[in-house]
């Protein structure tokens, strides 16, 4: 938040306080982006099934469903060769699952699963298809259980950002002790946002009068003014914690100064 004092007179205080916007629209750009990437790539369920209902009818099937499209591969059981890690790649922080066919080998992604897990599965087909006797065999993983809330999380952290900036485009403070009010207007692109209150009623003008507002995240902390009023009904100076540490020290220290708060 950039501060500029834009009139000062022992009885008027006009103040102009404008956020970085670069940081804002970075941030919740990230975030918003972010979200949907990390729905649209790693949110999907994927399930692998062979059945062997009759002699005719013995099949395999890989389905793959993301919010955007699906994907079916089938294949007649005697094509399916076996399962195994492919061990001269990998994927994230395990080697890719791998079915082997008569036509070549197709991953089966598996996205929550370590290398441990997914050669327990590679087993487990291999196993099915040595066994004739055994009817069915299902693997299946569902990633939109995490995705989904993750990606949803960050989209609106993304969008909240976007909002305090179209909230509070401009925000204009003044200080009228002739009048005995203050006024803060907040302009923003959704439109403008008028506060009033009589300047006797902040807190008594007293040293608790002004005072900063912190919300701590995990890796920082942003900051508000908040201006106590006796009736207990405060007021923000921004519609949220839009105040670096240091801008918010230096707007407490301009209305301290002018309503001489001890």
Request: proline letters at 3%; hydrophobic letters at 45%; a positive charge.
């Given at each position: ?97 791998v079915l082997m ?103 008594g003008l007293n ?55 001890d």
């Amino acid at each position: 938040m950039r501060l500029k004092i834009l009139e000062q007179t022992p009885t008027l205080l006009k103040l102009r306080l404008k956020p970085v916007a670069i940081f804002y629209w970075l941030f919740g750009g990230l975030f918003v982006g972010g979200g949907v990437l990390l729905i649209a790539t790693l949110a999907k369920t994927t399930t692998f099934t062979c059945n062997r209902v009759e002699p005719t009818q013995e099949s395999c099937q890989l389905i793959t469903k993301r919010i955007f499209k699906s994907q079916v591969k089938t294949w007649n059981l005697k094509e399916v060769l076996g399962a195994k890690l492919d061990i001269s790649k990998t994927a994230g922080n395990s080697y890719p699952l791998v079915l082997m066919t008569r036509n070549g080998s197709i991953p089966i992604d598996l996205v929550n699963a370590d290398s441990t897990y997914k050669e327990s599965k590679a087993k487990q087909i291999n196993a099915f298809l040595k066994n004739s006797q055994e009817p069915k065999l299902t693997i299946h993983e569902d990633t939109r259980l995490w995705t989904y809330p993750l990606g949803l999380l960050l989209i609106a952290s993304g969008t909240v950002c976007i909002i305090y900036l179209l909230m509070n485009n401009i925000i204009i403070c003044i200080f009228d002790k002739t009048l005995d009010k203050a006024t803060i207007e907040r302009k923003g692109w959704l439109g403008q946002e008028v506060i009033e209150a009589k300047l006797s009623e902040i807190a008594g003008l007293n040293m608790d009068a002004v005072t900063i507002d912190t919300v701590t995240g995990t890796s920082s902390s942003s900051y508000n003014i908040v201006l106590n009023l006796v009736s207990d009904k405060n007021i923000y100076l921004a519609a949220g914690p839009m105040f670096t540490a240091k801008s918010a020290e230096q707007t407490i220290e301009a209305i301290a100064s002018f309503l001489k708060l001890d």
